[in-house]
C-alpha cells in the first residue's frame, strides 16, 4: 500500500494523534506509541515545548527525532492569533514549517471559523510555513484552501472532542473526489469503527485527540484506533462488494448440484 505523503515526506501511519487530555506525560508517550502515530499535534498555547524552561517539556516525552511535530492552533479565535502563534512555534522548533492551521468560531461548538481560517492560510503559506488546516466539510471552502497551497485539508467529522463520529459522508466524499491534497479527518471521531469508515470512504488519514485520551483505557483504545484505521484503509483497497436488496446470491455455486 502507498505511504501517506505530506509536504513531501512519505510516513507508514495513516493515523494522526493528539497530545492533549491525558494524565500526565507517561501516558502520552505509552498511547502514542501503541496507536504506531509517526505525527503527534502540540497545541502550542497549551503545551510546554520550550516557552517555560520551568516546566515539565512534552519535547522531552516525544522528542523530534523519533517524532514529527505538528504544533496547531488550538484555543485561536482570529487569524492574527493564529499566525503569531504559529510564529512563535516555527522560533520554538528551530524553523521547522508544517503545522496545523485551526481558527474556532466560538468556545462551545469549536466550529472553525472559515473566514478568518482562509485569511491565516494564506498569510502563513505566503510564509513559508507548510499548512495542514482544520476546516468545516464543506467542500468549495475545502478546495479553496487547497488552492491557497495548504499542503492536506482537514475537515471535521462532527464536532471537536464530540465522538459523534461521521455525520456526513457526503460532504467526505465530495471533498475526497474534488482534492489533490491529502484529506484527514479531524475532530469528532468517538470509536475505532468511526476511524475505519473514514478511511473506508477513501480519506487519506484520520486525526484524533480525545477519543484516547478520554477513553476508559487510553493506551488500549489507541491499539484499536490503529487496527481501526488500517482496515479501513485496506477495506477501501479491496473496493466493498456491490449493495444488493432481495437479490438472493449463495456464497456457494449452485450449478451442478446432485439432483438438479
Known amino acids: 500500500m502507498h ?26 508517550r505509552a498511547a502514542i506509541d501503541a496507536s ?3 505525527i503527534v499535534t502540540v497545541a502550542i498555547r497549551r503545551m510546554n515545548i520550550g516557552q517555560d524552561p520551568s516546566q515539565p517539556n512534552l519535547l522531552d516525552a516525544l522528542p523530534p ?3 514529527t511535530i505538528l504544533p496547531n492552533t488550538a484555543g485561536c479565535y482570529s487569524a492574527d492569533d493564529a499566525v503569531r502563534t504559529l510564529r512563535l512555534a516555527r522560533e520554538l522548533l528551530d524553523g521547522h514549517s508544517l503545522c496545523k492551521l485551526e481558527v474556532l468560531g466560538d468556545s462551545t ?17 505566503k510564509d513559508g510555513f507548510q499548512v ?24 471535521l467529522a462532527s464536532l471537536i472532542g464530540s465522538g459523534m463520529g461521521i455525520l456526513n459522508p457526503w460532504n467526505l466524499r465530495l471533498i475526497i473526489d474534488n482534492a489533490k491534497v491529502p484529506i484527514i479527518v479531524d475532530a469528532g471521531v468517538g470509536t475505532a469503527s468511526d476511524a475505519a469508515i473514514a478511511m473506508e470512504l477513501g480519506c ?22 490503529k487496527k481501526g484505521v488500517e482496515a479501513g484503509r485496506e477495506a477501501y483497497l479491496a473496493g466493498r462488494m456491490r449493495r444488493k436488496l432481495y437479490s438472493a446470491d449463495p456464497s456457494s455455486p449452485t450449478a451442478g448440484l446432485i439432483g438438479s
Do not use: W
Open 3 to 28: 505511504q501517506l505523503t505530506i509536504a513531501g515526506k512519505a510516513y507508514r501511519s495513516r493515523l494522526l494523534v493528539g497530545t492533549g487530555k491525558y494524565k500526565d506525560f507517561g501516558e502520552t
Open 36 to 38: 504506531g502515530a509517526e
Open 65 to 67: 527525532s523519533q517524532f
Open 109 to 125: 461548538s469549536l466550529f472553525p471559523n472559515m473566514p478568518e481560517t482562509l485569511k491565516a492560510a494564506a498569510t502563513l503559506v
Open 132 to 155: 495542514m488546516v482544520y476546516c468545516a466539510d464543506d467542500p468549495i471552502q475545502a478546495k479553496m484552501l487547497e488552492e491557497i497551497g495548504c499542503v492536506a485539508v482537514m475537515p
Open 204 to 225: 487519506d488519514g484520520v486525526l484524533m485527540n480525545t477519543a484516547i485520551a478520554h477513553a476508559g483505557h487510553p493506551v488500549l483504545m489507541a491499539g484499536a484506533m
